[in-house]
T-cell receptor, first 112, second 117 residues
Framework: SQKIEQNSEALNIQEGKTATLTCNYTNYSPAYLQWYRQDPGRGPVFLLLIRENEKEKRKERLKVTFDTTLKQSLFHITASQPADSATYLCVSMDTGRRALTFGSGTRLQVQP | GAVVSQHPSRVICKSGTSVKIECRSL??????MFWYRQFPKQSLMLMAT?????????EQGVEKDKFLINHASLTLSTLTVTSAHPEDSSFYIC?????????????FGSGTQLSVL
């Protein structure tokens, strides 16, 4: 079955450093991957989408990569700030079958 | 950007009562909406896919008679938790797909914290 895996352990980094979160998928080839941010008690908020034919996408301090050989997407936050502390979700949507697959999310904590 | 409004944000009810949660797409039409539940410090669990004008599609293990879904219009889907019990206490979130800039994205409601006493 389709599966997305994210590191379930929290990632703790120092302010100003680059945070890198990993999303690995197995048993399928998603048309694209999306990254969302979720704060406690709130719904997720869309950040970035990357298609299977795109290697990299950027938005301000955010960068996402998509490696179809490794079956992996990396999500980077450069010059991280305490306000970046949240849980980040990797989501894939198979537009052909309208199937959604969610990663379990990785909690990021940026220390001042 | 697209907005999905979810109400109420928080509800406390007695065991045995039913609770209705509304999910509205404010500035776009959504033929499909999704309902999730989330336990503390865990990821979203997809419960069902709500289809406008037809029956919802439920994920394995989700009781359709317990969690009634109605998608009567292109902008509104409702989830009714019937005869709620304390184990139904959870954070419920809805989302809708919307294509912007040629890309299809999920827009989430702000969630409903349900507490059943």
């Amino acid at each position: 079955s389709q599966k997305i895996e994210q590191n379930s352990e929290a990632l703790n980094i120092q302010e100003g450093k680059t945070a890198t979160l990993t999303c690995n998928y197995t048993n399928y080839s998603p048309a694209y991957l999306q990254w969302y941010r979720q704060d406690p008690g709130r719904g997720p908020v869309f950040l970035l989408l990357i298609r299977e034919n795109e290697k990299e996408k950027r938005k301000e301090r955010l960068k996402v990569t998509f490696d179809t050989t490794l079956k992996q997407s990396l999500f980077h936050i450069t010059a991280s700030q305490p306000a970046d502390s949240a849980t980040y979700l990797c989501v894939s949507m198979d537009t052909g079958r309208r199937a959604l697959t969610f990663g379990s999310g990785t909690r990021l904590q940026v220390q001042p | 950007g697209a907005v999905v409004s979810q109400h109420p944000s928080r509800v406390i009810c007695k065991s045995g009562t039913s609770v209705k949660i509304e999910c509205r797409s404010l500035d776009f039409q959504a033929t499909t909406m999704f309902w999730y539940r989330q336990f503390p410090k865990q990821s979203l669990m997809l419960m069902a896919t709500s289809n406008e004008g037809s029956k919802a599609t439920y994920e394995q293990g989700v009781e359709k008679d317990k969690f009634l879904i109605n998608h009567a219009s292109l902008t509104l889907s409702t989830l009714t938790v019937t005869s709620a019990h304390p184990e139904d206490s959870s954070f419920y979130i809805c989302s809708a797909n919307h294509a912007t800039g040629g890309e299809e994205k999920l827009f989430f409601g702000s969630g409903t914290q349900l507490s059943v006493l």
